[in-house]
């Protein structure tokens, strides 16, 4: 099954490629998706436009800090597997294939 899934992954990336080529104007495209986040912020601050831009600023920088951890992981994970790899090296002679 894991390939079916691969190919229904590679198919829905197809899709969505050849949607967006076909975007002459991506703005007007995403202009609801931003429109309801901003209402999302503002019904969370009770209206008030300060506080909405508040949360969404705050809801910005969440979303850069799980990013920015998970390059962090992602290149602790990445010299571990290096350091990994050099110890076989030394204890195989480098003939580790």
Same mark, same amino acid.
């Given at each position: 099954?894991?390939?079916a899934?691969?190919?229904a ?8 490629h050849?949607s967006w /080529?076909?975007?002459?104007?991506? $703005?007007a !495209?995403? *202009?609801?998706a931003?429109? #309801?986040?901003d209402e999302?912020?503002? &019904? =969370? ?5 300060a ?5 969404r600023k705050a809801?910005f920088?969440?979303? /850069?800090?799980?990013?920015a951890? $998970?390059? !962090?992981? *992602?290149r602790?994970?990445t #010299?571990?597997?290096?350091a990994?790899? &050099? =110890?076989?090296?030394?204890?195989t ?5």
């Open positions: 099954m894991p390939r899934t691969s190919e992954r590679l198919v829905a990336s197809i899709a969505a050849t /080529a076909n975007t002459e104007n991506r $703005s !495209r995403t *202009a609801p931003r429109r #309801a986040l999302k912020f503002l &019904a =969370e601050a009770g209206g008030d436009p506080r909405a831009e508040h949360l809801h920088q969440r979303l /850069a800090l799980k990013s951890q $998970s390059r !962090r992981r *992602a602790e994970a #010299a571990a597997a290096q990994a790899e &050099a =110890e076989l090296d030394q204890l002679g480098g003939d580790a294939a």
